[in-house]
C-alpha cells in the first residue's frame, strides 16, 4: 500500500504520530483499485479518516486502537485532539490540488461523517430501536468516506461517478454492519479491544435492535437491565445464545450480503474482480 509511504512523509515530523498503527486501508485501496494513478488522493483521504479516528478514540473514550494503546490513552486528550487536526488540516490543503469536484466530493462527505458521530453520541444516549436510524447513522459515519473515496477515484479516472458511488455506499454500511457484528461475535484477541464494547457504550447496533424485537417480554426487560452495563462473561454468553437461537447473527449477515451483491452489481460491467474481491472480504473477516 504505497499510499501509506505517501502519508508517513507527511507527518513525518510529527513524533506522537510514529506511535498511529496502520489499519486495512480500505479506503486508499479501493481509491488506488479504481484510479491507479491516484495515490496521492488515497494517501490523503486515509489522512482524513485517521484523524476521524483520532477524535473518536477521544469521544468514545477508548483505550485500543487496532490492539494498541489509542493516542489519547498514549498522551492524552487534548494531544489526540490536536494531532486529529493537523492530519485534517494537511489533507484538506492537499485535496485542494485535486480540483474542484473530487474536493466537494470527499469534503461533504466529512460533513456527513461529523454529523454522523453526533448521531451515533446522541443515539447512544438510550437505548435506541428504530433501525433506520441506526441504517442513517452508519450510512452517515461510516458509507460517506467509503462513498466518497470510490466516486472520487472515478472522477479522476473519468469514470460514471454514480456507478461507483452506489458500490462504495453499498460496501460501506455492509462494512459497518459488520464491523457491529464482530464487536459481538469476536473476542477480545481477536478484535484488538474488549469484546461487547458497543452496548456497554449504549450502541444500539443492528443485532441489538433485532434481538430485543424477537425477544420475549420477560428477556426485553432482562436486556434493558444490562443496557449500558459492564457484563459479565455470564451475561455476554446470554445476549450472544439468544441472538444465536433466534437467528439473528444470520439474519445480519445476509443483510450485509446482500448490500455486497447490490455493490458488486452496480459496477459489474466495468470487470475490476479486485473490486469483487473486496466486496467479499468486508463480509468474510474476522477482524
Ligand atoms: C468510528 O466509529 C468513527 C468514524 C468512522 C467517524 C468519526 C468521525 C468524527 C470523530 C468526526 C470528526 C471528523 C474529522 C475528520 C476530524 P466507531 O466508534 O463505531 O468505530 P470503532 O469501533 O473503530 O471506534
Ligand atoms: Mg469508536
Same mark, same amino acid.
Given at each position: 500500500?504505497?499510499?501509506?509511504?505517501?502519508?508517513?512523509? !507527511?507527518? =513525518?515530523?510529527?513524533?506522537?504520530?510514529?506511535?498511529?498503527?496502520?489499519?486495512?486501508?480500505?479506503?486508499?485501496?479501493?481509491?488506488? @483499485?479504481?484510479?491507479? *494513478?491516484?495515490?496521492?488522493?488515497?494517501?490523503?483521504?486515509?489522512? %482524513?479518516?485517521?484523524?476521524?479516528?483520532?477524535? #473518536?478514540?477521544?469521544? #468514545?473514550?477508548?483505550? /485500543?486502537?487496532?490492539?494498541?494503546?489509542?493516542?489519547?490513552?498514549?498522551?492524552?486528550?487534548? @494531544?489526540?485532539?490536536?494531532?486529529?487536526?493537523?492530519?485534517?488540516?494537511?489533507?484538506?490543503?492537499?485535496? %485542494?490540488?485535486?480540483?474542484?469536484?473530487?474536493?466537494?466530493?470527499?469534503?461533504?462527505?466529512?460533513?456527513?461523517? $461529523?454529523?454522523?458521530?453526533?448521531?451515533?453520541?446522541?443515539?447512544?444516549?438510550?437505548?435506541?430501536?428504530?433501525?433506520?436510524?441506526?441504517?442513517?447513522?452508519?450510512?452517515? *459515519? @461510516?458509507? $460517506?468516506?467509503?462513498?466518497?473515496?470510490?466516486?472520487?477515484?472515478?472522477?479522476?479516472?473519468?469514470?460514471?461517478?454514480?456507478?461507483?458511488?452506489?458500490?462504495? *455506499?453499498?460496501?460501506?454500511?455492509?462494512?459497518?454492519? %459488520?464491523?457491529?457484528? /464482530?464487536?459481538?461475535?469476536?473476542?477480545? *484477541?481477536?478484535?484488538?479491544?474488549?469484546?461487547?464494547?458497543?452496548?456497554?457504550?449504549?450502541?444500539?447496533?443492528?443485532?441489538?435492535?433485532?434481538?430485543?424485537?424477537?425477544?420475549?417480554?420477560?428477556?426485553?426487560?432482562?436486556?434493558?437491565?444490562? +443496557?449500558?452495563?459492564?457484563?459479565?462473561? @455470564?451475561?455476554?454468553?446470554?445476549?450472544?445464545?439468544? !441472538?444465536?437461537?433466534?437467528?439473528?447473527?444470520?439474519?445480519?449477515? $445476509?443483510?450485509?450480503?446482500?448490500?455486497?451483491?447490490?455493490?458488486?452489481?452496480?459496477?459489474?460491467? +466495468?470487470?475490476?474482480?479486485?473490486?469483487?474481491?473486496?466486496?467479499?472480504?468486508?463480509?468474510?473477516? =474476522?477482524?
Amino acid at each position: 500500500m504505497q499510499f501509506y509511504d505517501i502519508l508517513d512523509d !507527511m507527518f =513525518k515530523d510529527f513524533e506522537e504520530y510514529k506511535d498511529i498503527h496502520k489499519g486495512k486501508g480500505v479506503r486508499g485501496t479501493l481509491i488506488t @483499485t479504481i484510479s491507479p *494513478k491516484s495515490n496521492k488522493l488515497a494517501a490523503v483521504v486515509e489522512a %482524513i479518516h485517521l484523524a476521524s479516528l483520532l477524535h #473518536d478514540d477521544v469521544i #468514545d473514550e477508548a483505550d /485500543l486502537r487496532r490492539g494498541f494503546p489509542s493516542i489519547n490513552a498514549k498522551y492524552g486528550d487534548f @494531544t489526540a485532539v490536536m494531532l486529529g487536526d493537523i492530519i485534517y488540516s494537511r489533507a484538506f490543503y492537499e485535496l %485542494i490540488d485535486f480540483g474542484e469536484k473530487i474536493a466537494k466530493t470527499v469534503s461533504n462527505a466529512v460533513y456527513l461523517l $461529523s454529523q454522523g458521530e453526533l448521531e451515533d453520541v446522541n443515539l447512544s444516549k438510550e437505548m435506541n430501536l428504530d433501525k433506520n436510524k441506526y441504517l442513517n447513522m452508519i450510512y452517515k *459515519k @461510516t458509507a $460517506s468516506l467509503i462513498e466518497a473515496s470510490c466516486k472520487a477515484a472515478a472522477v479522476a479516472e473519468g469514470l460514471n461517478e454514480n456507478d461507483f458511488g452506489l458500490y462504495g *455506499k453499498n460496501i460501506g454500511i455492509a462494512f459497518q454492519i %459488520i464491523d457491529d457484528l /464482530l464487536d459481538v461475535t469476536q473476542d477480545e *484477541k481477536t478484535l484488538g479491544k474488549p469484546s461487547m464494547l458497543d452496548f456497554k457504550e449504549g450502541k444500539m447496533t443492528l443485532p441489538y435492535i433485532y434481538l430485543y424485537e424477537k425477544l420475549d417480554e420477560a428477556d426485553k426487560e432482562k436486556l434493558k437491565s444490562l +443496557y449500558k452495563k459492564d457484563l459479565s462473561e @455470564t451475561e455476554k454468553n446470554w445476549i450472544k445464545n439468544k !441472538m444465536n437461537e433466534l437467528g439473528i447473527i444470520s439474519k445480519c449477515y $445476509s443483510e450485509a450480503k446482500e448490500l455486497v451483491e447490490n455493490a458488486k452489481k452496480a459496477i459489474q460491467k +466495468y470487470n475490476i474482480p479486485k473490486l469483487e474481491i473486496i466486496a467479499n472480504k468486508i463480509v468474510d473477516r =474476522k477482524f
